[in-house]
């Protein structure tokens, strides 16, 4: 059991993806996972004796419909009819709310444009020219003519993707200048950045293209079952096919010898050996701890250490003795004290939490009320979300969760989030049976990511497309997967980048082929699942389902 084709560090999306699609092709693989719980950021937990089930960060997602990334990755493993989606309100996706405008985001480009110039006639010229310039970008981006370094592909990319090779990489200050929008409209149209976690004056027409068009095109949508649905069932895919899970087995070391990776070794001392090793863990500790600096260029090191992470997010978590459904439509909402967005950001950069916080606001029993884990009958769970600074703002260190300094500070932010909170939901404090809070500090417990980023290196301008890390490394046998490579952040694009990294490793076009129809795991071999089926227990070492498909995979 101490030697396998290919070991994967980290059960996030992009890990199982990952493991998913190498032991569906025939390698034998094992996943790694220092928490209790696979899942990475797409877990879910249970409070108050199991009443209240919350979601860590599946909160919506995009090009879930017929034919979108998510759908066809899934596909390919044979989940497409296992896993399913809800959308959200097509009418409004997102509900973008200001002091003077409250915006519902429609899952329609045309609808948005007449959205658009209904709030704003004076502004018309402008936001046709604007909003056509994000559209022709999430149009190019969604026919994958991104080039590759020779002279012939940056000729045939320029004349078949001509917005993104003349703008895409300005950045959306100048476009939103270049179109003479005013404040409030700038605002709208970033309106859910917090999503790439960047601002105005960092993120690229292209990036901020390419994301409207992912719910503008298909829809936003949300699993039925709850965010853990999608990890339960790529474990069964990987346990089902000939690989392994472990949880609570934290790697310490990534072992190299003469420039290979050779497999690792687990805090303990324990060591497993494969000649392929994936991390899909935080870019930084992948480099600079888990293999170390002594096996690596200097001009890597010096890289490595200049990326810059994302803003990590605070969030408050609440169950509530009322039915949400009556009170807010299936969407989600993003609430602004005014409409300077880059501000905002500049706050969080520079350490400092303002009077008056923009927050992101979800209810999973809203999304889906049939899921029965989620809420008792008659209640209803709340996620209140906001940037925050980054992990060294935050009192950290042994026993930091019973800090004075610690406790005090998440105590005013978590009052904050709920005073905004009761502008979309004026009674909510009467309702509050149970509330906990989250910060960076927590998301670097739980998940061991630099600075308690929770979207890996920031999605600026310098830090995207080929200016991030791709899954092959300098050294031998060693991959990369998760939120800092070139596929980005978010759960599309941990999935797509699980599914680019099994592709190089595999060196054959395994995205291709899979959009092509391909479908690469036995549908036969997966476990029937029941109307009892708990997507947590499955993702638990300790569950009934999970030791059941251990000894049958067993190799």
Request: proline share 7%; charged share 20%; glycine share 12%.
């Amino acid at each position: 059991m101490n030697e396998w084709d290919a070991i994967v560090i980290g059960s996030g999306l992009g890990g199982l993806t990952c493991a998913a699609y190498l032991t569906a092709a025939g390698k034998r693989t094992l996943v790694l996972e220092q928490n209790q719980v696979a899942g990475g950021c797409s877990q879910v937990f249970r409070r108050k004796g199991n009443r209240y089930e919350f979601d860590v960060g599946m909160h919506y997602i995009g090009e879930c419909h017929p034919g979108g990334r998510m759908t066809t990755a899934l596909r390919g493993l044979g989940l497409d009819g296992r896993i399913e989606f809800r959308q959200l309100d097509p009418d409004g996706h997102s509900t973008l709310v200001f002091p003077d405008l409250t915006f519902r985001v429609p899952s329609d480009w045309d609808t948005y444009l007449a959205r658009l110039i209904e709030a704003f006639p004076d502004q018309k010229r402008g936001l046709r020219r604007c909003v056509g310039i994000l559209r022709r970008i999430g149009a190019e981006l969604r026919a994958g003519v991104l080039p590759k370094p020779t002279v012939r592909d940056m000729l045939r990319f320029v004349r078949t993707a001509p917005t993104l090779a003349t703008v895409g990489q300005l950045p959306l200050t100048w476009l939103f200048a270049a179109c003479r929008l005013s404040p409030l409209a700038r605002a709208v149209i970033v309106g859910e950045s917090g999503d790439y976690g960047a601002p105005p004056s960092r993120t690229s027409v292209a990036l901020h293209g390419g994301f409207l068009d992912h719910y503008l095109t298909g829809g936003a949508w949300y699993p039925r079952g709850g965010g853990q649905v999608v990890p339960a069932h790529l474990i069964d895919v990987i346990q089902t096919h000939g690989g392994q899970v472990r949880t609570k087995a934290r790697v310490t070391r990534i072992l190299v010898a003469d420039g290979a990776a050779t497999g690792v070794q687990l805090d303990g001392g324990d060591t497993i050996h494969a000649p392929i090793v994936v991390s899909g863990a935080d870019l930084k500790r992948t480099y600079l701890d888990l293999v170390g600096r002594e096996h690596l260029r200097p001009a890597t090191v010096a890289r490595v250490e200049k990326y810059r992470m994302a803003l990590p997010l605070f969030s408050v978590y609440l169950g509530l003795d009322i039915e949400l459904a009556d009170r807010m439509p299936n969407s989600t909402y993003w609430c602004y004290p005014h409409t300077d967005v880059e501000g905002l950001y500049r706050d969080a950069y520079e350490g400092r939490i303002p009077e008056q916080v923009p927050i992101f606001l979800t209810s999973a029993t809203t999304k889906d009320p049939g899921n029965p884990h989620a809420a008792p009958p008659g209640h209803s769970t709340l996620e209140v979300m906001c940037l925050a600074p980054h992990g060294t703002f935050w009192p950290g260190g042994d026993g930091y969760s019973r800090n004075a300094e610690y406790l005090a500070l998440k105590e005013r932010l978590t009052e904050q989030l709920i005073d905004r909170a009761t502008t979309v939901i004026p009674d909510l404090r009467q309702h509050i049976v149970w509330r906990e809070a989250s910060s960076p500090v927590t998301q670097e417990r739980f998940t061991l990511s630099s600075l308690g980023s929770c979207y890996g290196i920031e999605m600026a301008a310098d830090q995207i497309g080929p200016r991030r890390p791709g899954p092959r490394t300098e050294i031998r046998g060693l991959w990369l997967t998760g939120a800092s490579t070139i596929w980005g952040n978010g759960i599309v694009g941990a999935v797509s980048g699980g599914l680019g990294t099994a592709g190089a490793i595999l060196r054959r076009p395994l995205s291709a082929e899979v959009k092509a129809g391909a479908v690469l795991a036995d549908p036969a071999k997966l476990t029937p699942i029941g109307p009892d089926w708990d997507p947590l227990a499955a993702s638990k070492p300790s569950s009934p389902l999970r030791r059941r498909l251990r000894g049958a995979a067993a190799p």
